[in-house]
């Protein structure tokens, strides 16, 4: 690609890393970088902030970086803005994206082709990445003319920045002479957007891109728009400074561009688009609240029975692939909920080697696989899962990701593991099964393919001949209530002085407890010593090195609640390592978003 890329970033260095492999993808040979510093207020921001900008230290293709970090917090508006200053004065056009923007690798030479076309035309001042028009062509060529600036991902020139004026100077003046009677042909929008000014100009609204629509109206430009999606917003959710609620625009699905591109011939905003976004962004709050509750409760209801129906997959879209996933899967709306749900193993795969090898009991469809994958893509992983459902999406997925990512390499395996061959059956529903044993005299009456005996785990890393046992570096295992059988039959692997055990902890009967119990006692005396404690909902809760706190760790969760009360936690995930990888597995836990 020829043009530079601009990353502005904060505090999130889950998703600021999605946007980095992206963009290291893309291998542009300059990389401007724009950080805000940490909160006064916010104690936890100066780690996540260190973190985040220790993301650009790992930039390891030939590229020229240059940082513009900020030393204290300035604020969405002026980080931004100064941001996008310094940008311009460094270069003419830039490619810019922000740390919750994922884009797709077409977006890049889109941008690139469409800089150069339109780098002095005086009419257009943006290139959007971002298509938020739900799937609705605009026309027949790879793109359409809007009013509105999409700012999630984009590109521009210094001549458009140059007529930016964040704070707004003429807005008085604008605001008395109707003005915006003018531009806008609806009285309801006049109504709006001059309260959205009106706000932005006295400082009630700390941002930056309602200042970028004014001047684009002031100076009767408009933004170039793909016809198909190119940049995913990510970073909806609790742990967004902006965006806390989820949006019905957030984790659109990408869409790859078709090259050649075809250019319309004509430089005007489309009617059409810009109405459909009117309506659904930028209309009276009442009124879009209402229409957000009738989607969560009555459309959204309807599409998942469809989906249901008619066996749909779900998909989770990741910077270099897809996955699917069962139409009753419950990860999507875990992860749209909970924003550290699930993020601790891609975060920690950044921290390991090329070739290390990650075991991946339970490994369900694929989805750890993808994320694990996707954060470091030179990792190497044997996925077993015994569930023929699972199995079959988790095959597939594994072609996917093997062929979008060559350094990957994946080995699947169908079983079911534990210590014991006794005959068992899966049981559960909305992406989770558990085994549940058969009685002797209960197994002739079941049909075979239903049936699983356990193979213990060494035997199955024995069978893969590929396999360098020296390199497995996680043993990873979410079984729903066996994980300590899981691990008890890992044998030999344990002896492995680089082997870190990442397990949940799932209790639903007095045995499965004192096994989770015993599986402490049993790696303190393998020499496992550390024991990094994590919600089911993916927050961080404790670091402990005693047995017996452990214990107690695990006791506190399966405790009832006091009446009147809520669990806080249902169950626990555990990362556990030995001395020599305590100051790493610090690192790590350390660097981790706290939410």
């Known amino acids: 690609m020829k043009s530079p890329v601009a990353l502005f970033m904060f505090r999130r260095p889950d998703t600021t890393a999605r946007v980095l492999h992206a963009i290291r993808e893309a291998r542009p040979s300059l990389l401007l ?61 830039a490619i810019i994206l922000e740390d919750d923007c994922v884009p797709d690798q077409t977006f890049f030479p889109f941008c690139d082709e469409l800089l150069e076309r339109y780098r002095d035309d005086p009419r257009v001042v943006q290139i959007s990445g ?23 991902g984009w590109a521009s020139w210094r001549r ?58 002031l100076h009767s430009m408009v933004s170039l728009v793909p016809n198909r999606n190119l940049v995913r917003n990510i970073g909806f959710g609790p742990g967004a400074s902006h965006t806390p609620v989820e949006d019905p625009f957030a984790n659109d699905q990408l869409e790859p561009m078709e090259f050649p591109l075809d250019h319309p011939s004509t430089v005007a905003s489309d009617p059409r688009a810009d109405r459909f976004t009117e309506k659904f962004e930028f209309t009276d709050p ?51 909920a909970y924003p550290l749900y699930d993020q601790l193993l891609p975060h920690l795969a950044k921290y390991l080697d090329a070739g290390d090898v990650v075991i991946d009991v339970g490994a ?35 072609e996917r990701i093997r062929a979008a990512l060559p350094r990957t390499s994946v080995q699947t395996v169908r079983s079911l593991v534990g210590t014991q061959p006794a005959a068992s059956m899966l049981h559960g529903e909305g992406g989770t099964k558990t085994a549940r044993a058969l009685d002797p005299a209960g197994e002739p009456a079941t049909t075979s393919g239903g049936v699983h005996r356990s193979v213990r785990l060494d035997e199955i890393v024995r069978g893969q001949s590929a396999l360098a046992p020296e390199r497995i570096r996680l043993l990873k295992s979410d079984v729903d209530g066996y994980d300590y059988d899981v691990i008890a039959s890992a044998g030999a692997m344990l002896n492995n002085e680089r082997l870190l055990i ?73 990362l556990a390592c030995r001395d020599t990888d305590a100051p790493f597995i610090e690192r790590v836990v350390t660097e981790f978003p706290r939410g």
């Open 33 to 93: 970088v724009v950080a805000d510093g940490p909160r006064p207020d916010r104690p936890d921001d100066a780690t996540a902030c260190a973190a985040t900008r220790a993301l650009i230290d790992g930039v390891d293709w030939p590229c020229e970086v240059r940082r513009e970090f900020a030393a204290e917090n300035m604020g969405c508006r002026r980080r931004v803005a100064s941001g996008l200053a310094w940008v311009f004065s460094q270069v003419p056009e």
């Open 130 to 152: 971002a298509n938020n028009q739900k799937g609705r062509r605009r026309g027949t060529h790879s793109y359409f003319f809007s009013r509105y600036n999409n700012v999630w």
């Open 160 to 217: 458009a920045f140059d007529l930016y004026d964040v704070d707004m100077h003429r807005w008085p003046e604008l605001r008395d002479s109707n003005w915006l009677a003018g531009v806008l042909d609806n009285p309801g929008l006049v109504h709006f957007w001059t309260q959205q000014f009106q706000a932005v100009y006295e400082g009630r609204i700390d941002t930056w891109d309602y200042q970028w629509i004014y001047s684009t109206w």
């Open 286 to 336: 009442w009124l879009t609240r209402v229409r957000r509750a009738l989607r969560v409760r009555l459309l959204a209801p309807l599409k998942q029975r469809v989906r249901l129906a008619l066996n749909i997959p779900l998909r989770l879209v990741y910077p270099a692939f897809t996955i699917d996933l069962p139409p009753d899967h419950l990860l999507p709306s875990l992860l749209r």
């Open 364 to 398: 369900n469809c694929g989805d750890t696989l993808a994320a694990m994958s996707s954060a470091n893509s030179a990792l190497s992983f044997v996925c077993i899962e015994p569930d023929a459902t699972f199995y079959s999406f988790l095959w597939r997925n594994a």
């Open 502 to 574: 990442f397990f949940e902890c799932y209790a639903e009967n007095d045995e499965q407890r004192a096994g989770y119990l015993k599986l402490f006692e049993q790696l303190a005396a393998r020499g496992y010593h550390h024991f990094s404690f994590f919600s089911n909902f993916g927050k961080f809760l404790r670091h402990t090195t005693a047995v017996d706190a452990a214990h107690q760790q695990l006791r506190d969760v399966w405790r009832e609640p006091a009446a009147g009360t809520a669990k806080s936690a249902f169950y626990l995930d555990v």
